[in-house]
Each structure stands twice: as C-alpha cells, then as structure tokens.
C-alpha cells in the first residue's frame, strides 16, 4: 500500500479541456502506484476510486459562476464525480473497467473486494488499481494498491482514514 499527501493539488487544465483538482492528484497518484508496482499493463487494468469529495470544489465553482447568469460548458464534465477516475484512466492508457465510488471510503470495503473478485475473476483484467481519497482542510491524503489476485483482501488501513492528514507517508 502507498499514501501521498498532497496540500497543493495540481491542476493541468487548458481552455478546451476542465477537470477538478481531486482528478488531476488522482492521476498523478495513480502514475507513482504503475511506476512502484511495474508490469501493470494498462488495457488489462481496471481502476477503482472511492471518494466521498469527488469534485465537489467544481460544483461549488459551477454554482457560485451559476448565480451569476455565466457558466461554462467545459466545467460540466470536469464536475461529474466519474472524472476522478476517467481522467486517471484517459492520462494513462487504463482501458480495463473504471468506477468512481461517491462515498466515504471506510464504507466501502465489501463493493471494492466484490469488483476486484469479479473484474480478475471473470474479465481480462490482471490488475485492479484501487485508491481511497481523503480530504482534510485543505489536505488531500491518498492510499492506494494494485490488486493482482481475484482472492485480493483489502488491507484495512486503506479504507481508514486514521487522522489521515495528520501523519502520513510521503507528501507532496
């Protein structure tokens, strides 16, 4: 298992393409987990993130900017909770199935196991890549593992947010 701190999420957006700060550290964590675990390959992947947060500083954004009579089309997709694993899976060739989770993630261990049971035991997948998204004022604390075995049991720490912002492993 792996944990990042971020405190300054970074953001790659352009003017033709919008995705919330939660989906562009999702994207760079996911990099560091493929990077650490090695022979991922990434069309037999699938990804999991859960995440009670998601985007919901773009949807805040949309509906202050909404108030106001202006608001843009491109923020609509970046404010879809899904982006936090589409963009990941776009950004690095996932092509296995992908789920974004919109829940607190110590809820959600029985889901994330049967998924991984299912997409290893009855797909092409060889790997699921699995991470749990915590935001903490202003920090953003994620765990995460690439489950290879359809038998995989979740580590219990990683579905626990344990004063997880304040003591972790490496920041960001």
């Not at 608001?71 to 609509?76: C, K």
């Not at 909770?81 to 974004?100: E, F």
Request: with cysteine; proline share 7%; hydrophobic share 40%.
């Amino acid at each position: 298992m792996k944990t990042a701190i971020y405190n300054d999420l970074p953001v790659r957006n352009r003017p033709s393409f919008y995705a919330t700060p939660v989906a562009w550290a999702t994207a760079d964590f996911v990099q560091s987990l493929i990077r650490d675990a090695g022979g991922v390959t990434p069309r037999h992947t699938g990804l999991i993130v859960v995440s009670d947060e998601c985007s919901l500083s773009t949807i805040r954004e949309l509906s202050s900017t909404a108030i106001h009579g202006s608001v843009s089309p491109l923020r609509f997709a970046g404010a879809s909770p899904s982006i936090v694993a589409g963009l990941p899976a776009l950004q690095h060739g996932i092509r296995g199935p992908t789920l974004t989770l919109t829940m607190p993630p110590q809820h959600a261990s029985i889901a994330i196991t049967a998924l991984i049971n299912s997409w290893i035991g009855h797909s092409n997948i060889s790997a699921v890549i699995v991470i749990a998204h915590y935001g903490q004022g202003g920090r953003h604390l994620f765990k995460g593992l690439v489950a290879r075995s359809a038998n995989a049991r979740l580590p219990q720490q990683l579905l626990q947010p344990a004063d997880a912002c304040a003591a972790a492993g490496s920041s960001s």
